[in-house]
């Protein structure tokens, strides 16, 4: 009795062919696939030609760097050679001194010594490369609105209506795939 497989009710491979539940299986793996590949088709086209280049602000950094730098050797340049021009300026010694004769002091007054224009001009111009110099590291130092969150992920690449799309793709997928289930039933 163990070896009679008679009364066994196996179906024939031709019957297995012909029930639809194996080809709907296909169609919804093709369906998947065929969005896989066009995901990473999408994904190929972003990293070639809309990808922002990663080195950007870094050049932006260096190129603002650079013109602080070079503002810094100017301004420099320009207090070293109006040192240089009021050095060379003649002095004032053969002009005549008024003599003015004391009648009498009536308490003792301390004269103050004069101070060169010329000296006062230089001591200026340093104040204001002075100020400016730290203006310029007070600046570099100040963190800005825009580099306060990182710019990455999905919402920033894409937003709201990117996300809202790829919901209603996958949506679309669902109802498809109960459609399919139902036909074959």
Do not use: C
């Amino acid at each position: 009795m163990l070896d009679n497989f008679d009364d066994l009710d196996i179906p024939e491979e031709d019957e297995v062919a012909d029930s639809g539940g194996n080809r709907s299986f296909i169609m919804v793996a093709g369906g998947i696939g065929a969005l896989i590949v066009v995901a990473l088709l999408m994904m190929a086209a972003y990293i070639f030609f809309f990808r922002p280049d990663p080195n950007a602000a870094q050049q932006a950094a260096d190129e603002t760097q650079a013109a602080q730098q070079a503002t810094t050797d100017a301004l420099n340049q320009s207090l070293t050679e109006t040192a240089d021009a009021l050095a060379i300026l003649p002095t004032m010694t053969n002009t005549p001194v008024p003599v003015i004769e004391e009648v009498a002091p009536a308490e003792d007054v301390v004269e103050e010594p004069t101070q060169d224009p010329r000296t006062a001009t230089v001591q200026a111009l340093l104040t204001q490369a002075s100020m400016a110099q730290t203006q310029a590291v007070v600046s570099t130092l100040t963190p800005t609105p825009e580099g306060a969150l990182p710019d990455t992920g999905f919402m920033d690449d894409f937003g709201a209506p990117g996300l809202a799309a790829l919901g209603l793709v996958l949506i679309l997928i669902i109802f498809m795939a109960r459609r399919l289930r139902q036909a074959n039933i």
